[in-house]
């Protein structure tokens, strides 16, 4: 599949390098290429192009910028280029310019899952693997064998089956649907748990079995 | 133990009845004794008394109120009667005023947990089993056989060791020690998904694992 990733922090850069590896034809959006290249350390795993070349090119987009910034990267990016596309979205509204821990700079009552999708109505938003780290998103296996859960929300039934399926090329095997995009309000509220859970458990590779 | 609890709805009975089974000496703490047995459709689990007067007994104190009243029903129950005991809090402020899904009354940057603490300073709190329904806080093997997670936040480690005597008697296993009780932010805003979780799953007798 073509696919368009906007960001380029580790998210973006450990989901760019395993949806190479397992055959799609990936493309990394950033705002200014020749600055991004620029301070790069080490080369990224797919070529580089604006924010807007590529979302345009792409069937599937993911959003892995930060949740403080994710509509304006997006807006950046082209609402006629989400226009009728799938959407992930990965971001966490996560603050930290009070220190450690953060705080969420929206939650409650809404969510970046429903921003986005609010900003962009024509593009198919599916929020998902925002509860884990990079790593655990991309090789599920690296903890317990992949014996746990992830968390889907969006309005789109079909965005969903395809998000699904490609959660599943990864090795994600209990995919669990919450129901619409409000439902991001509740994953994107794990988050808080999650930094503590990092830090009495002292790594960032863990995640939750839903037990049933 | 001599054990008082405060709140007599379906997780104070659930708990109640848990522990007379164990064999501990339960008193149910209630504003208006006379009010709440008229309204009682069925008998107890363990005698009530007065709120103050069920705190004013007992070595351990359960908060089984809802956690948008907690900080009164505890008030209601004497400050001097709370100082120097273990007060484990399982509330959650969900407020339903606005309909299905609620949302939190409080969250984010302060928590009911921290709350408790601080109106009762002299309260050693401990907030746990505020992210499972009242037949799994009870018996954890109703689930998967009980093989999954609790949460434990409280600035005071002895309490923490006590309350999680306790739960391992329920037949809690695996019990995670998150920090102090600023993390009771994390479990509260669990609650979210939980309510979302509920409707996906058609259960409320679920709960996560934690993989690492």
Redesign the interface.
Known sequence: MKIGILGTGSVGRTLSARLVELGHDVVIGTRDVAATEARAEEPFPAPLATAAAAAADAELIINATSGQVSVAALTGAGAENLAGKVVIDISNPLDFSQGF?P??SV???DSVGEQVQRAFPEARVVKTLNTVTAAVMARPEN??GG???L?LSGNDADAKATVAELLREFGWRDI????DI??A???E??L??????M???G?T????????
């Open positions: 821990p705080f969420l939650c409650n009552t903890v317990a014996d746990h859960t968390f669990v649907d919450l129901g409000t439902t309000r509740g994953t509220m794990m808080p748990l999650w930094v503590r859970l830090n009495a458990l790594t590779e863990f995640n939750y079995k839903l037990v049933r």
